[in-house]
């Protein structure tokens, strides 16, 4: 199997996530994208022993060798006056951060 990312798949994917990009960085990505494409079909053609099991990880995650959940606690930060300091502009003890503004996807 030798798929690829056509330039026209690839135009909707960009207008799909709302990217700006020139051609330039498009045709770079889509290039990065089919090389991580044929890597994945690389991978794909090694054939394998049907009684190894397929896995995400290179070791079964199992809950013998899982380390315990831990507690969540709440620790009070000891100078939260440090961090807001740090920041450009702050209101009423928040960071204030600028708005994003948001566009309707057609």
Not at 6 to 35: I, K, M
Not at 49 to 70: A, F, N
């Amino acid at each position: 199997m030798t798929a690829e990312i056509s330039s026209e798949v690839f135009r909707h994917l960009v207008e799909l996530a709302a990217l700006e990009l020139s051609e330039e960085e498009a045709e770079y990505l889509r290039g990065e994208l089919n090389g991580q494409l044929k890597a994945i079909q690389e991978l794909e053609a090694i054939e394998l022993d049907e009684t190894i099991e397929t896995t995400s990880h290179g070791v079964l995650y199992t809950e013998q060798i899982r380390p315990p959940l831990r507690k969540d606690t709440v620790e009070p930060f000891e100078n939260p006056e440090g961090i807001l300091a740090q920041a450009p502009e702050v209101e009423e003890n928040y960071i204030v951060v600028p708005v994003i503004p948001q566009t309707e996807l057609e």
